[in-house]
């Protein structure tokens, strides 16, 4: 364990040099390999992996899902241990797996981004009518209604939407009850704490109050 710890600690100026991103990789590869704890290796090998890659600059990588890559196929990543271990530990196929992974991940992670933006967008076009309407919602709430339109039931608390945008709490009250005031959400109650649900027609509204004449906020 200590040697795998100095592995982990080493850096670009240790001799033999190593890649970080190999280094980042064979830390997941020794973890799964060795199995040191009686359970949660995987979950450790994965966040070792994320944290070395993190250390090394590569802070993209933590927007990334390397699990739902490997969900996907999982036979194919028990196969690139199996080859290793069969190939007098040759860890090049867990290497070569693990790196196709990734690019697999950034390009997931590319998709995403851009289906945000064309998401984005498109509830621009649905509030381009009203300026008005467009200055009264701020970027977290756009970002929310987003997520509503093509979540359809899905339930907004109060203590999420803060924690999702890293404001306090009254501020993120303030956003959802402003979007309920616009008949947009609905307001419930489970336990003691306020749900929000997007209006079953949703589009629809966000149509009607576009094309609706709304005083501008005061400065």
Not at 53 to 58: Q, T, V
Not at 89 to 110: E, G, K, P, S, V
Not at 190 to 203: E, H
């Amino acid at each position: 364990m200590q040697r795998l710890c100095d592995f982990a600690n080493a850096d670009e100026t240790t001799e033999p040099f190593i890649h970080p991103v190999l280094r980042a990789i064979l830390l997941h590869f020794m973890i799964g390999y060795d199995h040191p704890f009686a359970d949660g290796n995987g979950r450790t090998a994965r966040a070792l992996f994320y944290w070395s890659m993190a250390r090394s600059g590569y802070w993209l990588m933590e927007y990334t899902s390397i699990s739902h890559i490997l969900r996907k196929a999982p036979s194919s990543y028990i196969r690139a241990y199996l080859h290793a271990e069969t190939d007098s530990n040759d860890t090049t196929y867990f290497l070569l797996h693990q790196l196709r992974t990734i690019r697999r991940a950034i390009a997931a992670l590319h998709d995403y981004v851009d289906r945000s933006v064309q998401e984005q967008r498109d509830t621009e076009r649905l509030l381009a009518p009203s300026s008005a309407l467009r200055a009264q919602l701020n970027h977290r709430q756009v970002a929310l209604i987003n997520h509503a339109l093509r979540s359809p039931g899905e339930d907004y608390r109060v203590d999420a939407h803060q924690r999702s945008h890293g404001v306090v709490y009254q501020t993120a009250r303030t956003d959802l009850l402003a979007l309920e005031t616009l008949g947009l959400l609905t307001r419930g109650k489970r336990g003691n704490a306020y749900v929000f649900r997007a209006s079953p027609d949703l589009q629809e509204r966000l149509r009607n109050l576009a094309n609706t004449k709304i005083p501008a906020p005061r400065n």
